[in-house]
């Protein structure tokens, strides 16, 4: 079992960046593949990025697609999502998860394992 903790989150004005990390405080990422989810009030939670167990592979949400990087450090048992020119529709929950396929390349969210608690990005005008 494996036991996430996002951060990173923040308060920002449009077309600031934030990067948030996702660290697995139980268990090892390297074999899982890790992806970015947000969750907006009154809205569903939505794909945002994905990331292959050895880093090889990654996928976007279109709307994310150019503004958002996302990576990972094996060593640190750590996954990132760099955001930039952020806008105020990317305000939302943004979640980690993992999939134990090491190269999981769908994004409906519930065939995700496990999660963490969420950090919040807001950002303002």
């Known amino acids: 079992q494996v036991q996430l903790v996002e951060s990173g989150g923040g308060l920002v004005q449009t077309g600031a960046s934030l990067r948030l990390s996702c660290a697995a405080s139980r268990g090892t990422l390297s074999t899982y593949t890790v992806g970015w989810f947000r969750q907006a009030p009154g809205k569903e939670r939505e794909f945002v990025a994905s990331i292959s167990s050895s880093g090889a592979t990654t996928g976007y949400a279109d709307s994310v697609k150019g503004r958002f990087t996302i990576s990972r450090d094996n060593a640190k048992n750590t996954v990132y999502l760099q955001m930039t020119s952020l806008k105020l529709e990317d305000t939302a929950l943004y979640y980690c998860?993992?999939?134990?396929?090491?190269?999981?390349?769908?994004?409906?969210?519930?065939?995700?394992?496990?999660w963490g608690q969420g950090t919040q990005v807001t950002v303002s005008l």
């Open positions: 998860a993992v999939h134990p396929n090491r190269d999981y390349r769908f994004r409906n969210p519930t065939h995700y394992a496990y």
